[in-house]
């Protein structure tokens, strides 16, 4: 299994808080990405890493910032936490470089958000 | 634009019967990748299988296969010989070369159920 671990596992919090999720890896990849689950949508991309200090946008960014001072680590934070953010919140890892397996994302176990 | 669309919301199947997932996909690139994962009861993400757009053959890994067909868009998931182990929701999602950080876009998932 890829070596990635989440944390917390899960936490509840109040509204209005600000909030870190952390992904740490020790595979040593370049590419590192947060998504959150929903009902209904499958995992919709916030954002992602292509190397220390170097982070995007992905399709659900708003209400979220990223870090990434080190390989191995990737924070996610929401400043001010809002009902809206109770997901379930996946890191993945990747080096993207084809291959005849495809180089697949490996997720980290999830991090349950649950917003009051 | 990519898009990928699983139109199965839930499925049964009887132990060691084949089941088919659907999943039709749409994207601008010529180079893409596809990929199915697998999401047990306890929530972690397992990467299943991999299919190339330039890939001639349909991809397989064990018990599962890909019927590939790219001029219809289509790449479904089939099991063979299901197993109560195979109950769990699936996920389709696609990696396009215009994306050259991996990124994924997800389905909306299909959960299958195994009845014994």
């Known amino acids: 299994d890829a070596g990635i671990t989440q944390s917390p596992r899960h936490k509840v919090t109040e509204t209005g808080t600000p909030v870190t999720l952390r992904c740490h890896q020790t595979?040593?990849?370049?590419?590192m990405y947060w998504y959150r689950q929903d009902p209904g949508h499958g995992l919709r991309l916030i954002h992602y890493?292509?190397?220390?200090?170097?982070?995007d946008k992905g399709e659900v960014s708003d209400g979220y910032s990223v870090s990434r001072s080190k390989t191995e680590d990737f924070l996610l934070t929401l400043e001010s936490a809002t009902s809206s953010q109770t997901s379930v919140y996946f890191c993945?890892?990747?080096?993207?470089?084809?291959?005849?397996?495809?180089?697949?994302?490996?997720f980290g176990d999830g991090t349950r958000l649950s917003i009051l | 634009a990519q898009k990928i669309t699983q139109t199965q919301p839930g499925m049964f199947v009887q132990e060691k019967e084949a089941v088919t997932l659907d999943c039709t996909y749409d994207?601008?690139?010529?180079?893409?990748?596809l990929f199915w994962y697998k999401q047990p009861s306890s929530g972690e993400m397992i990467f299943l299988i991999y299919?190339?757009?330039?890939?001639?053959q349909n991809a397989t890994e064990g018990r599962y296969s890909l019927n590939f067909q790219k001029a219809r868009k289509s790449a479904n998931l089939v099991i063979s010989a299901s197993q109560l182990g195979d109950s769990a929701m699936y996920f389709c999602?696609?990696?396009?070369?215009?994306?050259?950080?991996?990124?994924?876009?997800f389905g909306q998932g299909t959960t299958l159920q195994v009845k014994p």
């Open positions: 993945a890892i990747s080096d993207p470089g084809g291959g005849a397996r495809g180089q697949p994302q490996h």
């Open positions: 595979e040593n990849h370049r590419y």
């Open positions: 890493s292509y190397g220390v200090k170097d982070t």
């Open positions: 994207t601008s690139d010529q180079s893409y990748g």
């Open positions: 299919q190339g757009s330039y890939d001639e």
């Open positions: 999602a696609m990696r396009g070369r215009s994306s050259n950080t991996g990124k994924l876009i």
